[in-house]
């Protein structure tokens, strides 16, 4: 494809539910990222992927979060027992020379 | 806690003139990045300047950066209605790191006005 892409682009759940978000980077890229974002802040980073394993987690917020790519290519983003302070946007990102990060157009997730 | 932070949090301005927004950061980096995000969703990268750089443009584009002042600015000249996005400035956690997370600012909110 073209860009990154994100599936959904909105979801709507409940309380307690489990949720899953996927992005598909760009062919080729070896890393990949995900971040978070709630209304009017930057991007705060989540996950980071280099190939197949994260290379970097620390980002995650708590056990309820979870995220693999288990092919090197597409990425789930998984979330356990949402809560309403869950609710952001959640953006995917892929790079090859880990400078310039390519984003996809993020997953808008409510919990009521 | 974040790495860069943008000023000013708000700009508003007619077209046709020029709009400077400026970033802080904390720690030694190697690159500072700004991005460009419309109506809250997927951003666009715009630029990268690397540590060892002190000006580059792009376009309409102009950024700085002042290593002993840990701070950058871009500047976008004749600015049009369509500019109207929040930016964003983006560094990797150290000098040296690649490959890695981008720390990013609360970002600046740019109105440009027919």
């Known amino acids: 494809g073209a860009g990154v892409s994100q599936t959904p682009s909105n979801k709507v759940t409940e309380k307690g539910k489990y949720v899953e978000l996927r992005c598909d980077p760009i062919?080729?890229?070896?890393?990949l990222y995900w971040y978070r974002q709630s209304l009017g802040q930057g991007p705060e980073f989540l996950i980071y992927f280099q190939g197949t394993g994260a290379a970097d987690d620390s980002g995650l917020p708590n056990d309820r979060f979870f995220a693999v790519r288990p092919e090197g290519s597409v990425s789930t983003l998984k979330i356990q027992r949402t809560e309403r302070g869950d609710s952001a946007v959640y953006l995917c990102a892929s790079s090859s020379t880990g400078d310039e990060q390519f984003f996809g157009p993020g997953t808008r997730l409510t919990v009521l | 806690s974040q790495q860069g932070e943008e000023d000013p949090q708000a700009l508003s301005i007619q077209e046709g003139e020029n709009a400077t927004m400026n970033c802080s950061y904390k720690t030694s980096i190697n690159n500072l990045q700004w991005y460009r995000q419309n109506s809250g969703r997927g951003l666009v990268h715009l630029i990268l300047i690397r540590s060892n750089e002190r000006e580059k443009h792009s376009g309409r584009l102009r950024v700085t950066l002042d290593t002993s002042k840990k701070s950058s600015s871009l500047l976008i000249t004749a600015s049009r209605a369509a500019d109207t996005a929040s930016y964003f400035c983006a560094t990797p956690p150290r000098s040296g790191s690649t490959l890695g997370r981008l720390y990013f600012g609360r970002g600046t909110q740019l109105t440009v006005w027919p």
């Open positions: 062919s080729g890229h070896t890393a």
